[in-house]
């Protein structure tokens, strides 16, 4: 089993800053990719983020709507992974959820493929 635990959300003003951070632990051997979704009440969760690896080296994707704002990474010492999220924008407010993929895959946006979830963090941006 794998856990994973968000951190760093809260409240910041439109074009402030926030990183979260998502430390994974348990079976964490065979992780090829860990994103990032997020989600707002009465809509679907939608892809933000992710970076995914192989014996060839890491990639990252992003969404439209975040890149160039956004910035995913990861620290495998600390089996955790961030999301540096800079210029936020109201449209930015969400619960973002951490996400880890246990097989290779060539698309990471799909959030079906993530098979453990953390629990979520409150990201809100006041405009």
């Known amino acids: 089993q794998v856990q994973l635990v968000e951190s760093g959300g809260g409240l910041v003003q439109a074009g402030g800053s926030l990183r979260l951070s998502c430390a994974a632990s348990?079976?964490?051997?065979?992780?090829?990719?860990m994103g990032w979704f997020r989600q707002v009440p009465g809509k679907e969760r939608e892809f933000v983020a992710a970076?995914?690896?192989?014996?060839?080296?890491?990639?990252?994707a992003y969404a439209d709507s975040v890149k160039g704002r956004f910035t995913i990474s990861r620290d495998n010492a600390k089996n955790t992974v961030y999301l540096q999220m800079n210029s936020l924008k109201s449209e930015d407010t969400a619960v973002y959820y951490c996400?880890?993929?246990?097989?290779?895959?060539?698309?990471?946006?799909?959030?079906?493929?993530?098979?453990?979830w953390g629990q979520g963090t409150q990201v809100t941006v006041s405009s």
């Open positions: 996400a880890l993929r246990s097989f290779w895959a060539p698309n990471p946006t799909l959030q079906d493929e993530y098979a453990y």
């Open positions: 348990g079976r964490t051997f065979s992780v090829y990719a």
């Open positions: 970076i995914t690896w192989s014996g060839s080296g890491s990639n990252t």
